[in-house]
């Protein structure tokens, strides 16, 4: 029984870690970090030029700034090979892509941080740029990689 246990485990690790390897060659990604206004600028820029479609998600991490909540996703497809900040407080969400909650329990709650390495199928944000900050605002995701 516990080889059974043993084996489920290491199965379910290994199916939670598949990103496959992928070589960032911007080097404004080099450059900068996840969270810096050039690196998300350049995100940005990338995101018009590529097939969205093409793009899967996993989770990097989970951090609190400030009091802000935010999920860091490996981003790759279509040439793209990044990490997105996505920024999940739901006081956020709910200001800026005009969802309403309805009690839904908080996107950190449901996945992260205790969920390192799954893929996210589908995942949408909303961008919001000007001149002094670039964000990407949690919106949706339809189906997750650990349903």
């Known amino acids: 029984m516990k080889k059974l246990i043993l084996l489920l485990s290491v ?9 496959p390897d992928c070589i960032n060659t911007n080097e404004i990604f080099n450059k900068h970090s996840p969270n810096i206004k050039e690196y998300k600028d350049e995100l940005v820029n990338q995101l018009r030029l590529i097939d969205n479609t093409k793009l899967k998600y996993w989770i990097k991490e989970y951090e609190v700034i400030e009091e802000e909540e935010f999920i860091y996703f490996y981003i790759q497809g279509d040439g793209l090979c990044a990490i997105i900040e996505i920024n999940t407080t739901a006081e956020k969400i709910k200001k800026e892509t005009e969802l309403t909650y309805n009690g839904l329990v908080p996107v950190h709650t449901e996945i992260g941080p ?10 949408t944000f909303n961008i919001k740029q000007d001149s002094l900050s670039t964000e990407f605002i949690f919106r949706d995701y339809e189906r997750r990689g650990f349903d």
């Open 11 to 19: 199965l379910l690790v290994v199916s939670c870690n598949d990103r």
């Open 114 to 123: 205790t969920h390192t390495g799954i893929e996210f199928l589908n995942l």
